[in-house]
């Protein structure tokens, strides 16, 4: 993987995820995957580790180290940090002797405003790339999703990350309709969050809130977990290492069933002394509708606003999920259930947008025309 190989010189794409930053390589797939996290020594601003080393530190610092994730709400929030995550994670793929620099790719979500392009631009050309060039996040989340962009055709992603759900309506080779909210997993475990500490006055962290949405959060009742989801779970879980809590049943997950009850340890708001509490899957679906409802009307609202002849392809092929967020379970019935169209979840959703970016290095020359695109109107923009 990264660590023992060195891609120098070779193209790159980056998927600079609020949650995960994945980098494929040219000729060589996605060679890294860690999350965007960064630990800070606050004394004297050094940085002490970057990624999966960095996440482990979250919530368990002492004062004077901070971990900071530098990529909120999909878009650069503190731009130094980024360049220093970026440039250890270029570092670390084309190796630390860069005999030539990279042309890099990367993913930014659809409602990024003109300064926020600049800054990502400029963090990835600091970090050592010779040339950069943007792709828009459900652009990529489509091509790597498999659907056929350049086509005289309306097809639909929703890519839901960590930051943002972006939603969009691509027809020959172009976005025609989309919309960006700031609604995803990360305001899934924040729902999750202010649920225990109302319902029970148990403070839990992001980490614990985040386990809980992966062992036992849904959209909808469900039955079986699909092979994609609980792969991800595991690989999620892994990411976080030891478990805060655990999952009641071990043979419900062996069995490909979903547990219905999760056991966290928290600390107890009245008596500041350490609690453990078993938590419902029915209790969590309640508790993630709010930021469920705001994607399924975010979903509603795109399709408002397309051409019916393109609502007519949409109608025809099925909206396709992207993200991590899409292996919520039960979110394709919710969907599918609420608008009345077919919902599928794209193979691998975690890595779309990573593979799509990944396409637009490999054929630069082709899908040159998909890149760069100039930000849109504010009416299909960030809400
Ligand atoms: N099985 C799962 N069920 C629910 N959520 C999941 C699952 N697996 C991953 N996630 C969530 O998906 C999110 C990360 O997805 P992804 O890596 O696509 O986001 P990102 O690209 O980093 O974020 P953004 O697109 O906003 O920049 C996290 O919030 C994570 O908790």
Redesign the pocket.
């Known amino acids: 993987m990264a660590q023992s190989k060195s891609f120098s010189g070779r193209d790159m794409g980056i ?7 994945l980098v494929y390589v040219r000729g060589r797939g996605v060679v890294l995957n860690e999350p ?1 996290v960064v630990a800070v020594n606050a004394d004297d601003g050094s940085v002490l580790s970057v990624g999966s080393e960095a996440k482990e530190t979250i919530g368990r610092t002492p004062s004077n180290i901070v971990a900071i994730r530098p ?1 909120r709400d ?1 878009v650069i929030a503190d731009f130094e940090i980024a360049e220093r995550m970026l440039r250890h994670f270029i570092k670390k793929v084309a190796g630390k002797r860069m005999l030539s620099r990279p042309r890099v790719v990367v993913c930014v ?1 659809s409602g990024i405003t003109g300064v926020e392009r600049r800054a990502v631009i400029e963090a990835a050309s600091q970090a050592g790339a010779r040339a950069v060039h943007l792709v828009e ?1 459900p652009m990529a989340a489509a091509i790597g999703a498999g659907l056929p962009v350049s086509e005289p055709t309306g097809c639909m992603v929703v ?6 759900t ?1 939603v969009a309506v691509i027809s020959l080779g172009g976005i025609v309709t989309a919309r960006s909210v700031r609604t ?3 305001a ?2 924040a729902a999750i969050i202010s649920y225990v500490k109302k319902e029970y006055a148990l403070a839990i962290g992001e980490r614990t809130a ?1 386990e809980i ?2 062992s036992i ?1 849904s959209a909808a009742p469900t039955g079986k977990w699909s092979m994609a ?1 609980l792969a ?2 595991a690989r ?1 879980l892994a990411k976080n290492e030891s478990l805060a809590g655990g999952v009641s049943d071990s043979e419900e997950t062996q069995g490909l069933l979903p547990p219905d009850r999760y056991t966290i340890r928290g600390r107890d708001q009245v008596s500041g002394l350490p609690k453990t509490l078993e938590l419902t899957a029915d209790e969590i679906r309640h508790a993630l509708t709010e930021p469920v409802d705001a994607i399924v009307m975010a979903v509603r609202q795109t399709l408002d606003e397309t051409p019916p002849e393109l609502s007519g392809d949409i109608m025809d092929r099925g909206i396709v999920l992207t ?3 899409a ?3 039960g979110l394709d019935v919710r969907l599918s259930r609420e608008l009345d169209i077919p919902v599928l979840v794209a193979d691998d ?2 890595d779309c ?1 990573a593979v799509g970016t990944g396409r637009c290095v490999e054929d630069f020359a082709k899908l040159r025309t998909l890149l760069d695109a100039q930000p849109r109107l504010p009416a299909s923009g960030r809400l």
Request: glycine share 26%; hydrophobic share 30%; aromatic share 0%.
């Open positions: 998927d600079l995820g609020t949650a995960n930053t965007s990529m999909g979500p996040e890519d839901i990350g960590g930051g943002t972006e995803a997993g990360d899934m475990d985040e949405k992966l959060g989801g991800s779970v999620e993200g991590g967020g292996l919520l379970r959703p975690l947008v």
